[in-house]
């Protein structure tokens, strides 16, 4: 009875502490939390849509575009935001090696295969970045990007929304870029039978190296704005990699757009949930509903062929 | 033929001029995953220091270095290997209480003397192994924290985050209990995971409980983190304070001005010595720097003082025939007093320093002050003062 009073009272106390500007702070915060996600698992969820690459080494690749920023920014003073085309080229380009020299040769094994071989090249490239940069944290620190911007008793830093712009941009880009072009549809075409994509003249080695090079651009698109967010380090890019695939599956697999929206709902879950009950519940939510999804609909939220 | 090969090998030991056996000494630290950097900082001292015993006792150490990854399982791997395949006669290193815990478990297994610096959590200690000692505790920390907190500030109000792991839980409860003990109300009080990237949600509750002093028990990512989302929400607080890792050099040049003001605990920092210490401070400061030409954090001057005091454990319990054993080094640590950098060391029945107190210290102009306790302090605190404005 006592207990029971006690926890009532503890309640009590947290609803009275929780305004409800914090609440709106909080889902804003959440929102775009979900719309940074998104860009950080841009890369794999193509990948995995068309190649059923789960491509394991995502977040290194990831962190090697953080890497790049920094240095271009602590070495040339080079805005993070500028810096953004050659971190993704150079992603793509340490993707496209990778493809090359070790998934060609058992790309056509089972899948397991290139899950094994791609957690292989993630470990060898946090221990590469470990030996060539340190394991000290990087943080990407823009001034003017940090700067708060207050409405209504809201803060949001031009960061964040810089952030989710080109998240959000970056999502309807390779959306338009599938739907759209030629090269686009024969990736399509080749994710959904390669043996008509190689009848119809598609070279599906080139559609596949092409877009294993994508996944790795897509990637490299999303480590400045890491390291700007938040910081970059060795040991990130697991971190990163297992976010990503948990949104791929709650996203569904070959939905692109869909990727902002369950980002956004994982992501103001989590805000949520810190909000309401306690931030060491935040990882829980997000494994939770990944198990469910799974459950409930296999697919994913909004799953549907590319 | 045989003689001469009799010779040329009597030639080369004399030619050593080692005044006793080689000593083997175990070394495990993370040099890859999330606590590497700490790690290499570690062995970097733990290399100085036996560089300085073997120019100081002409006695060769054969040091054994391994990797833990960060992980409880490498370290236990590390310490039976040492223990076990490698036979040292002692081990130091270690970081994490997470690590250390089962490390110092096997440690005892195989009855070998073990001399950590980064394991902080009381219930290590607890099991009263007769291998495990170490140079700093939790408690010394926890109450440089509430005491600043209390004594400096005079504060009414403090939210305390802290990351889930053991040793920042640990701290948190006991600071909390101090400060409410000392009157100081805590409202939040609240725990988060390892690898959280949005803090907001939970600063928002500091805000809006009207705290005055935000105190994080992390490390250096919690700290990168909620500082910037502080900054993001203008957090309206009168301090910052963390617990490790918070304020080093490095920390100072990747926050840059968000590190400013900023409060954090230490063992060491450059200039704290005592009187009698200062010497020795400043000639490893010099070794540290022109050998790897970068200032030694407090894990590094953690790692030399560890193999310091074991090396010379080792050495003085061998006696001059270098007789090492681990009974000997055993006893030769527990008969230890000496003053060194870190002040008064010597160990009680379970290992523990006995006089371990933490220094705070306050980042000003991206020096780190050190304003508490007022006996070891070398400036005055700026509070209320938090980077990114605050009250």
């Given at each position: 009875m006592e207990n029971s009073l006690k926890e009532k009272n503890k309640v009590h106390r947290r609803k009275e502490l929780i305004s409800t500007a914090s609440i709106i702070q909080s889902i804003l915060s959440g929102m775009l939390e979900g719309g940074n996600y998104a860009l950080y698992c841009l890369g794999l969820a193509f990948v995995f849509g068309i190649m059923?690459?789960?491509?394991?080494?995502?977040?290194?690749?990831?962190?090697?575009?953080?890497?790049?920023?920094?240095?271009l920014l602590v070495k040339w003073g080079l805005n993070p935001l500028l810096s953004l085309p050659m971190a993704a080229v150079i992603a793509a380009g340490a993707s496209f090696l990778s493809y090359r020299v070790f998934l060609q040769r058992i790309r056509t094994t089972a899948e397991l295969n290139t899950l094994i071989l791609t957690f292989g090249i993630g470990i060898f490239l946090s221990n590469l970045y470990l030996q060539l940069w340190s394991a000290d944290i990087r943080n990407i620190s823009v001034d003017w990007m940090e700067k708060p911007l207050m409405f209504a008793g809201i803060y949001i830093s031009l960061g964040e929304i810089i952030t989710f712009a080109i998240s959000f941009i970056g999502v309807l880009a390779l959306h338009s870029f599938l739907r759209h072009t030629k090269m686009g549809k024969a990736i399509r075409i080749t994710a959904i039978d390669r043996d008509a994509a190689t009848l119809v003249g598609i070279n599906v080695e080139w559609v596949d190296l092409l877009a294993f090079s994508i996944g790795g651009l897509l990637a490299g698109l999303g480590g400045p704005l890491l390291g700007m967010l938040s910081f970059v380090s060795p040991g990130t890019g697991l971190h990163i990699t297992v976010k990503a695939f948990i949104l791929t599956v709650l996203a569904g697999v070959g939905s692109i757009p869909g990727l902002i929206a369950a980002g956004?709902?994982?992501?103001?879950?989590?805000?949520?949930?810190?909000?309401?009950v306690s931030s060491?519940?935040?990882e829980l939510f997000g494994f939770a509903l990944f198990l469910v999804i799974l459950l409930v609909r296999p697919s994913g939220l909004f799953g549907k062929r590319i | 033929m045989i003689k001469i090969w009799c010779a040329v090998l009597v030639g080369l030991w004399l030619g050593t001029g080692w005044a006793a056996p080689i000593i083997k000494l175990g070394a495990h630290a993370p040099q890859t995953g999330s606590l590497a950097k700490h790690g290499m900082e570690q062995i970097k001292g733990i290399r100085v220091g036996v560089e300085e015993f073997e120019k100081k006792y002409k006695i060769k150490v054969d040091l054994r270095v391994y990797d833990d990854e960060s992980d409880p399982q490498k370290a236990v791997a590390a310490v039976e290997k040492l223990a076990g395949m490698d036979k040292v006669n002692a081990i130091v290193g270690g970081y994490g209480s997470?690590?250390?815990g089962p490390a110092s478990e096997a440690a005892e297994r195989y009855d070998t003397p073990y001399l950590t610096t980064g394991a902080v959590d009381t219930k290590l200690s607890a099991k009263k192994f007769k291998n495990?000692?170490?140079?700093?505790?939790?408690?010394?920390?926890?109450?440089?924290?509430?005491?600043?907190?209390?004594?400096?500030?005079?504060?009414?109000?403090?939210?305390?985050?802290?990351?889930?792991?053991?040793?920042?839980?640990?701290?948190?409860?006991?600071?909390?209990?101090?400060?409410?003990?000392?009157?100081i109300e805590v409202p939040v009080f609240e725990k988060f995971e390892k690898g959280t990237t949005n803090y907001k949600p939970i600063l928002l509750k500091v805000r809006d409980a009207g705290c005055e002093v935000l105190l994080v028990e992390g490390y250096f990512t919690d700290y990168v983190g909620t500082i910037k989302d502080a900054k993001i929400l203008n957090l309206p607080v009168k301090a910052y304070m963390g617990a490790w890792g918070i304020g080093t050099p490095d920390f100072v040049r990747e926050l840059g001005p968000m590190s400013e003001y900023i409060y954090g605990t230490s063992i060491w920092e450059m200039g704290?010595?005592?009187?009698?210490?200062?010497?020795?401070?400043?000639?490893?400061?010099?070794?540290?720097?022109?050998?790897?030409?970068?200032?030694?954090?407090?894990?590094?001057?953690?790692?030399?003082?560890?193999?310091?005091?074991m090396l010379e454990a080792i050495a003085q319990g061998g006696g001059k025939s270098g007789n090492y054993s681990f009974e000997k080094t055993r006893t030769a640590l527990r008969a230890m007093d000496v003053v060194g950098p870190l002040g008064r060391v010597t160990f009680d029945e379970k290992g523990d320093p006995k006089y371990f107190t933490a220094i705070l210290f306050q980042t000003q102009k991206g020096n780190q002050i050190v304003v508490y306790p007022k006996d070891r302090a070398i400036g005055t605190i700026q509070?209320?003062?938090?980077p990114w404005g605050g009250k």
């Open positions: 059923r690459i789960i491509n394991m080494a995502h977040g290194e690749f990831l962190v090697l575009g953080g890497y790049i920023a920094y240095w956004m709902i994982l992501g103001i879950g989590e805000a949520m949930t810190v909000t309401f060491s519940y935040r | 997470n690590l250390v495990f000692f170490r140079l700093n505790y939790m408690p010394g920390y926890a109450s440089a924290q509430s005491g600043t907190i209390k004594e400096l500030f005079g504060a009414k109000k403090v939210g305390v985050l802290y990351n889930s792991l053991s040793a920042t839980t640990e701290i948190a409860e006991v600071v909390r209990d101090q400060l409410v003990k000392a009157g704290t010595a005592p009187k009698v210490a200062k010497a020795e401070e400043a000639e490893f400061v010099a070794i540290y720097k022109a050998k790897f030409k970068e200032e030694p954090s407090y894990i590094s001057m953690l790692g030399y003082l560890s193999t310091k005091y509070y209320p003062a938090v």
